[in-house]
């Protein structure tokens, strides 16, 4: 099994947010700004990994007809742990992220992944899986806040001490797009450009197939 492969999946070919349109809900309330959608981002990320290394420990002695409620506790579990380190050693980003991080409990993607993968793969695979999935999520979440926070307020990063000015302080950005319809519009912006650039490399690869099925029929040939 290929870990690179089931890796890297997650960042292009099956993103949660731009490709499989799952977890919109932090994608549309916490991307306001960089530092918000950054530490979502890695919190989810390691909530998905650490979910599926735990199914897939468990998934022996889990009654399949009760696997669902197992698999909430599971991941409520994991979310209270992080909270509590969160509230403990990063104040600033759990002020932030606030309620959010509670309803991570109910994210589709977590969900979803201990289902179709979890339950069927190993611990490494599972955890190649999670990683995959959570880093798709975060550079979505991190494409999201950056166009976001750059053409709605002029800045990156702010209220953090790396604070930088894009452009000119006289800059008045449209303010529709740090509010939700401007997130809706954002990322069914960002959606529709990660489908047409889909299509291209599924074209691409039919091509090279065909091309590769042609060689094989000349080379049988003579």
């Given at each position: 099994?290929n870990?690179?492969?089931?890796f890297?999946?997650?960042?292009?070919?099956?993103?949660?947010?731009?490709?499989?349109?799952?977890?919109?809900c932090?994608?549309?309330?916490?991307?306001?700004?960089?530092f918000?959608?950054?530490?979502?981002?890695?919190?989810v990320?390691?909530?998905i990994?650490?979910?599926?290394?735990?199914?897939?420990?468990?998934?022996?002695?889990?009654?399949?007809?009760?696997?669902?409620?197992?698999?909430?506790?599971i991941?409520?579990t994991?979310?209270?742990?992080?909270?509590?380190?969160?509230?403990?050693?990063?104040?600033?980003?759990?002020?932030?992220?606030?309620?959010?991080?509670?309803?991570?409990?109910?994210?589709?993607?977590?969900?979803a992944?201990?289902?179709?993968?979890?339950?069927?793969?190993?611990?490494?695979?599972?955890?190649?899986?999670?990683?995959?999935?959570g880093?798709?999520?975060?550079?979505?979440?991190?494409?999201?806040?950056?166009?976001?926070?750059?053409f709605?307020?002029?800045?990156?990063?702010?209220g953090t001490?790396?604070?930088?000015?894009?452009?000119?302080?006289?800059?008045?950005?449209?303010m529709?797009?740090?509010?939700?319809?401007?997130?809706?519009m954002?990322?069914?912006?960002?959606?529709?450009?990660?489908?047409v650039?889909?299509?291209?490399?599924?074209?691409?690869?039919?091509?090279?197939?065909?091309?590769?099925q042609?060689t094989?029929?000349?080379?049988?040939?003579?």
């Open positions: 099994m870990y690179w492969d089931i890297k999946k997650g960042i292009f070919e099956m993103n949660p947010i731009f490709r499989l349109a799952l977890s919109l932090p994608a549309l309330a916490v991307t306001s700004t960089v918000n959608a950054l530490g979502m981002g890695i919190c990320m390691v909530v990994t650490a979910n599926n290394m735990v199914v897939s420990l468990v998934k022996n002695f889990v009654n399949p007809k009760v696997r669902v409620p197992v698999f909430i506790t991941i409520a994991i979310v209270t742990l992080i909270i509590l380190i969160l509230e403990a050693y990063f104040p600033a980003v759990y002020r932030e992220l606030g309620l959010y991080l509670e309803l991570v409990v109910v994210f589709a993607i977590i969900l992944r201990a289902e179709v993968f979890a339950m069927k793969n190993g611990v490494i695979a599972s955890a190649f899986d999670g990683l995959g999935m880093a798709g999520f975060a550079v979505a979440m991190l494409f999201i806040g950056a166009f976001r926070e750059v709605g307020t002029g800045t990156i990063l702010s001490s790396m604070a930088m000015q894009v452009f000119p302080q006289s800059y008045n950005g449209p529709i797009i740090i509010l939700a319809p401007g997130a809706f954002v990322i069914g912006l960002m959606i529709g450009m990660f489908n650039i889909g299509e291209y490399q599924d074209k691409q690869a039919a091509k090279a197939k065909a091309a590769s042609l094989v029929q000349r080379s049988e040939a003579v």
